[in-house]
């Protein structure tokens, strides 16, 4: 008896020590796996701060690449008032090395575009430039009854016009209420907060359109042909792309040239006068690599009226957006 208690108690032991071991083993474990999350967080951390101040650094140089730009515009309009696509500034800037950064940036005339806010003049619809707009929908394949939406949102009054027309009681009565601007447009993105707009509308029309703080004619030598196509509708498609590959190699010099053009003889004289040769309105779009770390910024430049001694200033920057 004495002997079978003996071994029991052994057993017992041995159990025991063996519980002990298997929860020393999960212990020394979870701390591990506790030491190893928290060296996964710290890395993480680490990682993310690094990445913060790479693009803290990229930031910093897309200011001198900002000024690339303006000086490009500075030295357009000490040459000439005419805007074109064989000009300098329409080249863009290849990736150039900046203190170990890549930096790259290109111009685009916004006067080539339809500015939106021309649809209202003095607080009221411009009805020449609301045929203008809703035949550039369509173009587009957009349902051209929205220029009543932008219309409605930038005018001064509450009455809503056309099938697609919305003012101030229509968004509010949204879950997240809020009311139509009664104002000129900042940027083109505030259409996604007209009724019909929606991305895909907005991605289709952003290429065409632009949001300018001074009622303004389109360029006729920078104008894509779909801008073209419905400021002359009295164009066949094969006449406007005529047009658009003309003025590559013989930029319009002046107004009066455009109005002497041969290819515009059937375009009426309102359609001729709302054209133009020349543009104040920039925008610029820069992209920095630093490391890895990108940055891409957005800007509108306004540069002086006039050519030489007369426009002397320096671009002025209208705004400025990180993305």
Request: hydrophobic share 50%; net charge neutral.
């Amino acid at each position: 008896m004495r002997g079978a208690s003996t071994c029991e108690f052994l057993n017992s032991r041995n159990r025991q020590s063996g519980v002990a071991i298997i929860t020393a083993l999960l212990v020394v474990m979870l701390a591990a796996g506790i030491a190893a999350f928290l060296l996964a967080q710290q890395s993480q951390a680490l990682t993310r701060t690094a990445r913060a101040g790479e693009r803290a650094q990229a930031a910093l140089y897309a200011a001198p690449t900002l000024d690339w730009a303006r000086s490009a515009l500075f030295e357009l309009q000490q040459k000439s008032a005419r805007v074109d696509l064989t000009q300098p500034w329409a080249q863009g800037l290849n990736a150039i090395p900046i203190d170990g950064a890549m930096a790259a940036g290109a111009l685009r005339d916004e006067g080539g575009l339809f500015n939106l806010n021309n649809l209202v003049e003095n607080g009221v619809k411009s009805e020449p430039d609301m045929l203008v707009f809703a035949r550039l929908l369509s173009e587009l394949k957009l349902n051209p009854d929205l220029a009543h939406a932008v219309a409605d949102w930038i005018d001064a009054d509450d009455e809503p016009s056309g099938a697609a027309g919305a003012e101030s009681a229509t968004y509010m009565a949204l879950p997240n209420a809020y009311r139509a601007a009664n104002q000129n447009l900042l940027q083109v993105d505030e259409l996604r907060r007209m009724r019909g707009f929606d991305s895909a509308v907005v991605t289709r029309l952003r290429p065409f359109v632009t949001a300018l703080p001074l009622r303004t004619p389109v360029n006729l030598n920078t104008a894509p042909q779909e801008v073209l196509a419905a400021v002359f509708p009295t164009l066949a498609s094969d006449e406007i792309a005529a047009l658009a590959k003309y003025r590559l190699t013989k930029p319009f010099a002046s107004k009066s040239a455009i109005a002497e053009s041969p290819m515009l003889k059937s375009v009426p004289a309102a359609a001729v006068a709302g054209a133009d040769v020349t543009s104040r309105f920039f925008s610029v779009i820069i992209a920095i690599d630093n490391a890895g770390a990108q940055i891409r910024q957005s800007a509108l430049l306004q540069r002086a009226a006039g050519e030489g001694s007369a426009a002397s200033g320096w671009p002025r920057i209208i705004w400025v957006r990180t993305d």
